[in-house]
């Protein structure tokens, strides 16, 4: 999409193909397509920059700011190609085409290789931004030889075209391109529409007027432009491969793009597993079972017959709430069907919950956490003695909500009296203000708060691009490699009162957790505590990335 325009005056008429009222059509056409390409390439960087990199608010920002500050640049920079108006075009286009088709690949492979794509990010933001920019300057000097219109009426015509293929854009990039082709194939088709309607345009409506040189040198890039892009596609399945190699290693057993997230399972079908959603590692075998015990057992003190799990398809902690007997009904409301689907087929990942999906006392109900919790009302007053929060990390923009003072008011709602609700709130060593942030989102909302840790030795952490940003093996890790310390935080609350961090006299037998450790806990967090933090809100969210 293009924000700025020039207005050049008319040169010479061009010898047209076609009568002068086509090829004003023509003209606005090429526009809507080029405007539809443009903001596909930005949303495209947007989408991997939260993906890749995380907070999709700062990325986002970030993105579009670069964006629209060079798109200013490149309308300046394109006066100097009015005089050579069809040819720059041509060649603007070209670029663009290739930049941003090339654009997604680029970037997965330098976090993929390197670990780190912030600069590319900013690299393809301001060129991008920069072509895009010079696109309506020289295609008001093109309409300008080819209908001699007031100035007025042709910025009114080349933006209404603009605007509406911005439009169709933005809606055809998550309806069409992101479930059908994917972010890497969907960039590169879109790069070839745009290279396609580009040099038509210039070297059939406006072939005329140039040298042949200059028709040569078109006809040259272009194809040279599509060569790459094809090659690309057809080469795109080998890079994901070799992509997700060097980012998960050799052991990438199941890769899925659902509706919701990229699920990724590493090791045998017989164990030991890592899950990761969307790049982040949420699960491995090798320590799951510390968070899951810290999460669950410390709420499960007191009645706990109906239990709430908030996230945690993957059914782990389903399986400790599960261990107890008189446990009579256990609810799960996970967003992302495919990690459930995952949990109850896989043979690892089904061996490592138990079979908990076949277990009569256990459902799911797939939707947001929090619309499912404001749609219960009145009629959800009292329905569970336990509620366990498994989500993400709240520094990931998306789970932002999920632990906003509004979303605990409506948790409440949902508890009996004297129930108890568990939150998994992030690494209190590595990010206290996120996590005494969550705490005091809790106390705003009328819950008493007992704070607590739990730590574990998980291997391999660590080793990859990013790996400890997220979940419940990397809420934060100390050192690299072997033997990587993960800690994990979490608040147990109750309305209106403190409720005390223990064991039920029934818990099962575990595996990590007693009550020295839950005292151990309960002093390392208190080591890092802020006081005097304001709670996050809907509209006023405090967590950063």
Known sequence: MIDQSVVAPPDSAARLPVRPSAGRFLILVVVFVCAACGLVYELELVALASYLIGDSVTQASVVLSLMVFAMGLGSLLAKRLRCRAAVGFGLVEAALALLGGLSALVLYATFAWMGESRYALIGFSLSIGVLIGAEIPLLMTLIQRVSRQDAGGTVADLFAADYVGALVGGLAFPFLLLPWFGQLTGALLTGAVNVVAGGALVLWVFGRDLTGRERGLLLLVNVLVLAVLATAAVLVDDFERAARRAVYGDGVRVAVQTDVQE??????????????????????ERDEYRYHEALVHPAMRGQHARVLILGGGDG??????????????????????????????????????????????????????????????????????????????????????????EFYVLASRVLAEGGRLAVHAGPPAVRPRTYWTVEATLRAAGFGTSPYTATGQAAGFGTGPDRSHDGKNAGGAEGAGEGVRTD????????????????????????SLAPPVLEAGILRAERTRLRDLPPSTLVHPRYAG
Do not use: C, M, Q
């Open 263 to 284: 699920v990724v399972l590493t090791g045998g079908a017989e164990g030991p597993l890592d899950l990761y959603l969307d790049g982040r590692l949420r699960v491995s």
């Open 488 to 511: 994990w935080g979490f608040v147990l609350a109750a309305a209106g009162r403190t409720p005390a961090v223990g064991l039920a006299p029934d818990a099962p037998r575990l595996r």
């Open 316 to 405: 782990l902690a389903a399986r400790e709430v599960l261990r107890y007997p008189d446990v009579r009904s256990v609810t799960l409301v996970e967003l992302d069907p495919g990690v459930a689907r995952l949990a109850r087929t896989d043979p690892a990942l089904a061996a490592l919950n138990e079979h908990v999906y076949d277990d009569p006392r256990f459902r799911v109900e797939y939707a947001d956490a929090f619309t499912w919790l404001r749609g219960r009302g009145t009629a959800g007053a009292g329905a569970y003695d336990v509620v366990i929060s498994d989500l993400p990390n709240p520094g990931i923009t998306p789970s932002t909500k999920l632990y906003s003072e």
